[in-house]
């Protein structure tokens, strides 16, 4: 493995006023400064309204598995929707099966509520796991999105950036 690992932040939801967008860009930006090679990926950028999987040979499909087989590993940024991740996460990471095999999953939790997007970051970790993805054991959670950042979308609770730090210590551990 390179010191500059490939480490993609994928965007988990296309809602309109999405907050977790503010996150994301800032897991990027952060991933980028501590050394790794990032770009955020947008699930708005990779949507189909339906499920296209892996073994269908589409543009759609072989788009997304050319992006997985180039990542040494995974951020990915879910917000938390009745307990859950959002489908269109899901019709995304079904786009590819092999591509994602022994490499490792760092998660963020968003949610509006206290509990920080815990139960979908659980949810997902089942999915991850079924990928032979390898999720972190200690995810980021960010709970009351909203009040985390101001108007301009920065950063207020610095706190965050630590543990985002943390976790980003957690992928080097592992990747170099
Ligand atoms: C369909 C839907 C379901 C939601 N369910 C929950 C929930 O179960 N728990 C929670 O804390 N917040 C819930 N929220 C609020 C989101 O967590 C909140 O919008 C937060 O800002 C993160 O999502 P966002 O990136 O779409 O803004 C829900 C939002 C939507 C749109």
Redesign the pocket.
Known sequence: MNNHPTIPVILG?A?D????EKVAKLVAELAQAAGFQTELLDVREYMTSQTIPWWDKTPETENWQKKMAQADGLIIVT?????SFPGELKILLDKAYKEYEGKPAALVG????Q?G?ARAVEHLKQVLLKFELHPLRNAVYFSD??SQFDAQGVLINEEYRKRIAKMLDDLKKILI
């Open positions: 939801t809602r006023g999405r907050e977790s917000p938390e929707y009745n307990h968003v949610s509006a509520g509990f997007g999105v909203a």
